[in-house]
């Protein structure tokens, strides 16, 4: 009698959901990794850290719209500022390769191709000011390309930051309860309570101008307003059966909070996160204007504005206005992505 054989075991199959949450994962610690490289101005590896920014930022996209495009794009708004966001970005983070010239090298400047307006060339007709220039003959399509891009870097990784630390202590608010949800909450409000360029000008003053030191304060004065999102959801999902049924099976705390609860908390925290990084860019663009925020040698958006701000009256309004039109279209086209976010993600909308 003939006995069967057994058939080799199968490995187990990945499911598509944990496949692009492993995918997501190493994407953002890609673009985590990535903006810490290009803030802190290492001069190795900069193109490949820049063509990795632009990859896994991406890839983080199409995963968070994943089953969920034909929503989004439902509309002409959505493709324009879809467009108009990624070429900001490409724009931002390929500057050193797209500038006309580098407006920060002294070697590439000339005095006396200062203050020229728009379309003036260079005195050997070597290079065309689109834009025109600033008072050091700086070229302004150039200053605001590399602009742009120490904008959106240090708004992205000051957002990113304060929103790990606000789900931390908003999770944990929620979960513990209590006291100790009193305690963390009320610090919460209190920081709410204040205006948010009140507390940056506060500690710009107390740190000094730099890089790093603006985006420690966008960290402190951000980290409250998802640290009340997170604890909102948080207490709203705990109350629902899964929770409870999860809790009845004996599963420890940190596999219901990471596994269960803390996903189902992304949703708001992508759309207030999308706004966040606008809200941001024009904060840190404000304490540039002021003269708080970034150095002179790596200048934001804001600065490029309070550098022309005092010829406009004299005419040469091309120093302010086209850096102006760049801080307006970046903030626009992440609202306006952001909406879409809110409407796509929300599920009180989904028909």
Not at 5 to 29: F, H, K, Y
């Amino acid at each position: 009698m003939s006995v069967s054989e057994q058939s080799p075991p199968v490995a187990p199959v990945a499911a598509p959901r944990d496949r692009w949450r492993t995918i997501n994962l190493v994407a953002g610690l890609a673009v985590i990794a990535t903006l810490g490289i290009l803030l802190s101005g290492q001069s190795i590896a900069q193109f490949p850290a820049r063509v990795i920014l632009l990859i896994g930022l991406v890839v983080l996209a199409a995963g968070l719209l994943r089953g969920r495009a034909h929503k989004f794009f439902s509309g002409p708004s959505a493709y324009f500022a879809t467009a108009s966001l990624l070429l900001l970005i490409v724009l931002a983070i390929f500057a050193t390769e797209l500038s006309p010239q580098n407006p920060y090298d002294l070697r590439q400047l000339d005095i006396m191709d200062g203050r020229l307006p728009p379309g003036s060339t260079t005195f050997d007709g070597a290079m065309t000011f689109h834009l025109g220039t600033d008072e050091q003959g700086r070229d302004i399509l150039s200053g605001i390309l590399y602009g742009l891009r120490v904008s959106l870097s240090v708004s992205i990784f000051a957002t990113l930051a304060a929103m790990v630390i606000g789900v931390v202590v908003g999770i944990y608010a929620a979960w513990a309860g209590g006291r100790i949800e009193s305690i963390l909450m009320r610090i919460v409000d209190f920081q709410l309570s204040f205006p948010s360029i009140l507390v940056a000008l506060m500690l710009m003053a107390a740190f000094g101008r730099g890089l790093d030191k603006i985006v420690i304060a966008l960290i402190i004065v951000q980290w409250a307003y998802y640290a009340r999102t997170v604890r909102g959801t948080a207490l709203s999902e705990a109350r629902k059966e899964y929770i409870d049924a999860a809790r009845g099976l004996g599963l420890p705390a940190y596999r219901i909070v990471f596994g269960h609860l803390l996903p189902n908390c992304i949703p708001p925290l992508i759309v207030i996160s999308t706004v966040q990084v606008a809200n941001t860019i024009v904060l840190e663009s404000s304490l540039s204007f002021l003269g708080v925020g970034v150095p002179i040698t790596q200048p934001s958006l804001g600065l490029l504005i309070a550098n022309g701000y005092g010829y406009m009256l004299s005419g040469q309004y091309w120093m302010s206005m086209y850096p102006g039109v760049a801080l307006l279209a970046i903030v626009a086209s992440i609202n306006m992505v952001g909406d879409r976010l809110r409407d796509t993600l929300n599920p009180r909308l989904q028909k």
